[in-house]
Each structure stands twice: as C-alpha cells, then as structure tokens.
C-alpha cells in the first residue's frame, strides 16, 4: 500500500471539483466519500436530488471553514493531499475497509488524532477499486495547527502495519533514497499517448545512461542532445551552471511548454553536482589503465567487487556498486538485439540498488566504468557475445554479493532490487552464454588431449575434477585450455591459475567459470622459455591448489548465486 503525502496552497475547491469530476483520463468512476472527519459530511457522489456542482461548493466550503476564522493570519499552505493505493494484486477493498484506512492515515499523520475533536476537517474519496484520496486542511478547528512533525514517515510506517493487518501485499521499508514515482497523471498521460513509460523514468534512463558513458560534463551534455533530450542549465550570478532540467521531445503541458524535470527529481544521484562527482572520477586525465580487451578489463573490475563488498570500507563498497549500476545501464546498447531487452529490465532493476544513505567513493570503481566506456566506443567490439557471457558470468556474482551487503545493512528495498536483477541478468546469461559454449564445444582437442588435461584437474584441484569432466561445458573448457597452449602458455600453470581466482564451492558449472577465466588467462601475453622454464625449476611436479585457495572468504554469502 502506498500512500502519498502532497502539500497545496490555497484553499480545497480545485481539488475537490478535481476529485469527484471525471479525471484526466475519465479514469474517476463512481467518485463518493467512504469517510469525513464528522461521519456526515454532503457527499457529491452520492446526492441524487441536487446538483453535484452545489454538493462540491457546500463540502469544501465546510472544509474550509477553520481556514476562513483566521481571515489574514491565514497561512500559504493549508491543503493536505494524501492518495492511497493498495498494490494490483491485493483483494478489492469494502468503503467501510477504505473507510478505517483513512482514519488511520489521518492519525498516524497527526491531521486528525483519535478522539481529539477540535482536529482538522477531512474527507476520503473513493473513485476506483484500488485507491482513495483523503484530502484535509491543515487549520484545527480550534484555530491552531496539527503537530504533523515526519508526518511522510508516520504514514509510510502505518501503511506497513495496515498492509500486516488487512493481509495485502507488504512493501520494502526505504529510507528516502528511492527515485521519485510517476504521479498518476504522468501515468494516464503515457497511457493516453500510447507510451509504456511515463516521461520521468525515459529521462531517468536516458541521463544515467549519458553520465554513465561520459568522460566529461561537456560529453555528457552532448551525449543528452544526440537522444533528444533538451537541457536547460539554472545559472548563478557568475554565470556558472548550478543546477539543471530536462525534457523529452513533444512532451508539453497544456500550453505546448515542453515539461521540464529536474534531475534531483529522477533521482538523487541525479542532480547536477552529483552527475559532476561522479564524471570526475572519469576525466581522461592519466592512469595506469593497462592496453588489452576491454571486455578482459571489465570483467576483472567486476569480478574484484565482491571483494571490496566484504572487505573494504562501506563509502568504497557504495562505489562500486553504483559504477556495477552504470556498467548495467551502458550493457543494453553494447548487447546483440535479442538480449537487450532483458538487459535493460536487469538494469532498471538495479537502479534502486546502486543509491544508499552511505556516501560513496566513486574513485575506488573507476576502472569498471572506464573499461565499459571503451567497450561502448568501440563497435567492433559490442557484438562479441564471449566478451559479454564473461562479464554477465562475474556479475551475477557481483550483484548477489550485493544483495547480501544490502542485506546485513537493513536495506531492504536495495536488497529486494539486487534479488530482481538476479532473475534478469540469469535469463540473459544463458541466452547469451549457450551458443558461445556451443561453439567452443565445437572445436574441442582430440582426445588424447582431453584426457591429458582431465589428469591436469585431478592433480590439480581433486576436491572438484569429477564435477568439472562431468559438465556438459568440459568440451568447452578443453578448447579453451588448448587455445591458450597454442598461445605459448602451459595448460597447467593456467588452470592453477583460473582455480585460485575464487573458489568454485558456489558455482552450479564449474567448467563454465573456468572456461571464461582461462579465456581471459589465454589471451594475455604468454612468458617467454626462460620464464617458463624457471617456473618449472620452483614449481612441484604436480602442483595442487591448496583448500584454503578453493574456500570461499570469511563474508561470502552461503547462498551465493548458483551459475
């Protein structure tokens, strides 16, 4: 259940005359009270024999009347606006339940405590199945003003309850960092026009995808204008940039203005000092940004950032999950078509997941977002689904680590988002990942071969070489081992290699996860003779990965993401 505290100025005839007329979208049916601060207030809706427009004057004239007793010492905002929607799949509701919704509402938000007789005056407007809207005004009826301190957090903690005590759905407990919700006449004006999101969340996806592959405000701003996104810059005295807005093209209000949202309201991670920190860590100054694939790069950043979930400090960890969430938001234009639906619900998803009270330091990720930077820029290199399965594979890892970070931090709206994401970045793994698999399978090494690399694992890592020749992608990962010998280096240096990047104990295809690190292992430059050769002089005749390799750190999730 979601309710929605909204403040007003002036006095409650337009919102009344809005609330029992047709609605902008003939979406009002049946307007009527369920509940008034006195149990008998005139009802529009349900006055037959008079004139409905002279049933709304007499409501809110009433409603009114406290206001009126002050004359000049009237303050500016005296309307409180609170709709109230239970969840789709909840149980239609009776007036009499709506009824005791509203009386709670009102208590909980300090505009009418029970039994307190000189509260507010208010009413609960019923014009659909699933909401209400209880409108009030904010003058006693004693003259003074209701004590409404936190008045948003007390409703939101009463919805809790209420959704507990009428057995409705039960949401996520926040902590104000959630992006702004489409009001409802933003959603019937998608609706009207056809569109399957409201303009706020196109411009949402729209920015974060433009901070997300810039380097600069410049390109940033640029990168807007090239998806059609208007900007209108709010200049200081100095005629610096202090804040800005922006627009979707033909989205107009009323008088053909083009409707302009600021961008602390898409989200707070939004707003343009916000986008400025975050360009910042990703300047084109110089850094130590080894040359090489930039898919291997980003893989490796990803694949690091459930370490700094479970060891670094929480401002590090925030980091690196909002920069996880800019290189989910830059994968769908990367993607082959058929997967960039998905990836992009996988990123939306995430969205909520990347933004905490924890302030973060967008410095320790910078290589992750530089590294999906240059894969973005770069079309040669969008289409390679092995480059893409590999990345998907360590993030599945990364975005459970994250889940379970959220977890032990009481986020529990981040935590149910990272739990979405799973789902999505799952179904786009295997559609991605299989005919990739399919075609190294194709080319797998004599048998001869896999037999001798079968005695490699057996020596090497025992605890799991029966799982490994038992996976249906051990073809696969024979291929890749023979590549990489190919490519100079030794099939067994690699593997050890491959086994002590993280411990397979969680993982449902061991085979798989070796097959993208050997992949990445291979491509690297191979050591020359003498340095195989002194490798060979200082290593065991049969090296074995030591268990306390294969184990899994002290803070991993028990209930990891299966692959």
């Given at each position: 259940?979601?309710?929605?505290?909204?403040?007003?100025?002036?006095?409650?005839?337009?919102?009344?005359?809005?609330?029992?007329?047709?609605?902008?979208?003939?979406?009002?049916?049946?307007?009527?009270?369920?509940?008034?601060?006195?149990?008998?207030?005139?009802?529009?809706?349900?006055?037959?024999?008079?004139?409905?427009?002279?049933?709304?004057?007499?409501?809110?004239?009433?409603?009114?009347?406290?206001?009126?007793?002050?004359?000049?010492?009237?303050?500016?905002?005296?309307?409180?606006?609170?709709?109230?929607?239970?969840?789709?799949?909840?149980?239609?509701?009776?007036?009499?339940?709506?009824?005791?919704?509203?009386?709670?509402?009102?208590?909980?938000?300090?505009?009418?405590?029970?039994?307190?007789?000189?509260?507010?005056?208010?009413?609960?407007?019923?014009?659909?199945?699933?909401?209400?809207?209880?409108?009030?005004?904010?003058?006693?009826?004693?003259?003074?003003?209701?004590?409404?301190?936190?008045?948003?957090?007390?409703?939101?903690?009463?919805?809790?309850?209420?959704?507990?005590?009428?057995?409705?759905?039960?949401?996520?407990?926040?902590?104000?960092?959630?992006?702004?919700?489409?009001?409802?006449?933003?959603?019937?004006?998608?609706?009207?026009?056809?569109?399957?999101?409201?303009?706020?969340?196109?411009?949402?996806?729209?920015?974060?995808?433009?901070?997300?592959?810039?380097?600069?405000?410049?390109?940033?701003?640029?990168?807007?204008?090239?998806?059609?996104?208007?900007?209108?810059?709010?200049?200081?005295?100095?005629?610096?940039?202090?804040?800005?807005?922006?627009?979707?093209?033909?989205?107009?209000?009323?008088?053909?203005?083009?409707?302009?949202?600021?961008?602390?309201?898409?989200?707070?991670?939004?707003?343009?000092?916000?986008?400025?920190?975050?360009?910042?860590?990703?300047?084109?100054?110089?850094?130590?940004?080894?040359?090489?694939?930039?898919?291997?790069?980003?893989?490796?950043?990803?694949?690091?950032?459930?370490?700094?979930?479970?060891?670094?400090?929480?401002?590090?960890?925030?980091?690196?999950?909002?920069?996880?969430?800019?290189?989910?938001?830059?994968?769908?234009?990367?993607?082959?078509?058929?997967?960039?639906?998905?990836?992009?619900?996988?990123?939306?998803?995430?969205?909520?997941?990347?933004?905490?009270?924890?302030?973060?330091?967008?410095?320790?990720?910078?290589?992750?977002?530089?590294?999906?930077?240059?894969?973005?820029?770069?079309?040669?290199?969008?289409?390679?689904?092995?480059?893409?399965?590999?990345?998907?594979?360590?993030?599945?890892?990364?975005?459970?680590?994250?889940?379970?970070?959220?977890?032990?931090?009481?986020?529990?709206?981040?935590?149910?988002?990272?739990?979405?994401?799973?789902?999505?970045?799952?179904?786009?793994?295997?559609?991605?990942?299989?005919?990739?698999?399919?075609?190294?399978?194709?080319?797998?090494?004599?048998?001869?071969?896999?037999?001798?690399?079968?005695?490699?694992?057996?020596?090497?890592?025992?605890?799991?070489?029966?799982?490994?020749?038992?996976?249906?992608?051990?073809?696969?990962?024979?291929?890749?081992?023979?590549?990489?010998?190919?490519?100079?280096?030794?099939?067994?240096?690699?593997?050890?290699?491959?086994?002590?990047?993280?411990?397979?104990?969680?993982?449902?295809?061991?085979?798989?996860?070796?097959?993208?690190?050997?992949?990445?292992?291979?491509?690297?430059?191979?050591?020359?003779?003498?340095?195989?050769?002194?490798?060979?002089?200082h290593s065991p005749e049969r090296p074995t990965v030591p268990d306390s390799a294969l184990r899994m750190p002290a803070q991993q999730p028990s209930d990891a993401r299966r692959r």
């Amino acid at each position: 259940m979601i309710p929605k505290v909204i403040l007003g100025h002036g006095d409650t005839r337009r919102l009344i005359a809005y609330l029992f007329g047709k609605g902008t979208a003939n979406e009002h049916v049946d307007p009527h009270l369920v509940a008034s601060w006195n149990g008998f207030a005139p009802d529009p809706g349900r006055s037959p024999h008079r004139d409905p427009k002279e049933v709304e004057k007499q409501l809110h004239s009433q409603l009114d009347q406290p206001v009126a007793m002050l004359g000049r010492r009237t303050p500016k905002t005296i309307v409180w606006h609170c709709p109230v929607r239970a969840a789709p799949e909840d149980p239609i509701l009776t007036d009499a339940q709506w009824a005791e919704i509203a009386r709670r509402i009102v208590a909980a938000a300090g505009i009418a405590p029970a039994g307190d007789a000189e509260a507010c005056r208010w009413v609960a407007v019923r014009h659909a199945d699933d909401h209400i809207h209880i409108a009030a005004t904010l003058i006693r009826q004693d003259g003074r003003r209701p004590k409404r301190d936190y008045d948003i957090r007390a409703v939101q903690k009463e919805a809790r309850q209420i959704e507990i005590d009428y057995g409705l759905r039960r949401l996520k407990p926040g902590d104000g960092t959630a992006a702004k919700r489409p009001t409802s006449k933003e959603v019937f004006k998608a609706r009207r026009l056809g569109q399957d999101a409201t303009s706020r969340e196109v411009l949402r996806l729209r920015v974060r995808r433009a901070m997300a592959a810039a380097s600069t405000e410049a390109e940033f701003f640029a990168l807007l204008e090239a998806t059609g996104v208007t900007v209108r810059l709010k200049l200081g005295p100095s005629g610096d940039a202090l804040g800005c807005k922006f627009a979707l093209p033909g989205d107009t209000n009323d008088k053909g203005e083009p409707v302009f949202y600021a961008g602390s309201t898409l989200a707070g991670d939004l707003s343009l000092p916000k986008i400025r920190q975050r360009l910042a860590t990703t300047s084109p100054e110089p850094m130590a940004v080894w040359p090489g694939n930039p898919w291997h790069q980003a893989t490796a950043a990803t694949e690091r950032i459930p370490h700094h979930l479970a060891h670094s400090d929480d401002e590090a960890a925030q980091g690196q999950l909002a920069a996880l969430g800019g290189a989910l938001d830059l994968l769908p234009l990367t993607a082959p078509a058929a997967a960039r639906a998905e990836l992009e619900r996988a990123a939306v998803a995430f969205e909520r997941a990347t933004r905490s009270r924890i302030a973060a330091d967008h410095a320790s990720a910078r290589v992750l977002r530089r590294s999906v930077q240059a894969i973005w820029k770069d079309p040669v290199r969008r289409e390679d689904g092995a480059g893409l399965a590999m990345l998907l594979d360590v993030a599945l890892t990364a975005v459970a680590y994250a889940m379970h970070w959220h977890r032990a931090r009481q986020h529990a709206q981040q935590q149910a988002a990272a739990e979405q994401t799973l789902i999505h970045l799952h179904a786009v793994y295997a559609q991605i990942a299989e005919p990739v698999l399919v075609g190294l399978a194709n080319r797998a090494p004599s048998p001869q071969t896999k037999r001798r690399y079968a005695q490699h694992l057996q020596q090497t890592v025992p605890k799991h070489a029966e799982r490994i020749l038992d996976d249906p992608a051990w073809d696969a990962l024979a291929t890749v081992l023979a590549e990489a010998e190919a490519a100079g280096h030794n099939a067994t240096t690699v593997l050890v290699q491959a086994l002590g990047q993280r411990a397979l104990d969680d993982t449902h295809s061991p085979a798989r996860a070796l097959t993208w690190r050997i992949r990445r292992l291979g491509e690297r430059h191979a050591p020359g003779p003498r340095a195989q050769a002194a490798n060979a002089r200082h290593s065991p005749e049969r090296p074995t990965v030591p268990d306390s390799a294969l184990r899994m750190p002290a803070q991993q999730p028990s209930d990891a993401r299966r692959r």
